[in-house]
């Protein structure tokens, strides 16, 4: 991916999806996920869903979650969770890259529209707990989305369902699933709150210099982002 391509996105992940297909040699199919989710049961049961001969399949979210305002949120199909028939989609990520940069579509045209397929060979009958946008419903939802960047709960301790997030991650710390130093790490970085230290009950004597570290980081990308 180019320096320029990388600059566009909105989140360090946004494109990769496109270049699923040729990763996997045009072969089988494929599950994405953002990585900003909590999955609550097995994504087995996304990849034994009908793909009613789809190219790909997503859920449709027609209700603004909380957090996101009308004239924001892009209502319709979501691809921030798919299945994906690699062998059916033959586009090239090579390809993507140029067209987009020679102005063909848009941003919103690629992410929210998915015009580099067409719309009949898109399926939106995947359950919508598969997506809940900023919603849990206990014994419903199978996968949670958090979406709103700045209230996401490793970034705001007030996100309304903070409580959950820091349990499922207590639990993967005790698990040996993520360790201390992952936590430290992402604090220094600026992708996690100095405050999540004290929540998780992670010991660390040099509190104060990851606090000023993470200030240090999130003030760089944000000048960054006004300056791309």
Not at 58 to 71: E, H, I
Not at 180 to 196: M, Q, T
Request: with cysteine.
């Amino acid at each position: 991916m180019t320096d320029y391509f990388k600059r566009q996105q909105r989140t360090g992940f946004s494109f990769y999806r496109f270049s699923i297909p040729e990763i996997c040699q045009y072969q089988g199919k494929a599950i994405y996920l953002d990585a900003d989710m909590l999955v609550f049961d097995d994504i087995a049961a996304l990849w034994d869903l009908p793909m009613n001969n789809k190219s790909l399949l997503c859920s449709l979210q027609n209700a603004t979650p909380k957090g996101w305002s009308d004239d924001v949120f892009t209502p319709g199909r979501q691809y921030s969770v798919m299945v994906l028939d690699c062998e059916r989609l033959t586009w090239r990520f090579s390809d993507i890259v140029k067209e987009y940069k020679a102005g063909k579509f848009s941003y919103s045209q690629l992410m929210f529209h998915m015009c580099v397929l067409a719309d009949s060979d898109i399926g939106d009958h995947m359950p919508p707990e598969w997506n809940h946008l900023e919603m849990f419903e206990a014994g419903a939802t199978k996968l949670l989305h958090f979406t709103v960047g700045h209230t996401q709960p490793w970034l705001s301790s007030k996100n309304s369902l903070n409580s959950l997030w820091i349990k499922c991650f207590r639990e993967a710390l005790n698990d040996g699933q993520v360790t201390k130093e992952d936590v430290l790490r992402n604090i220094r970085s600026g992708y996690a709150r100095p405050s999540l230290l004290k929540e998780l009950n992670v010991n660390c004597f040099r509190r104060g210099y990851c606090a000023v570290l993470y200030l240090f980081r999130r003030g760089i990308r944000a000048v960054l982002r006004r300056v791309c």
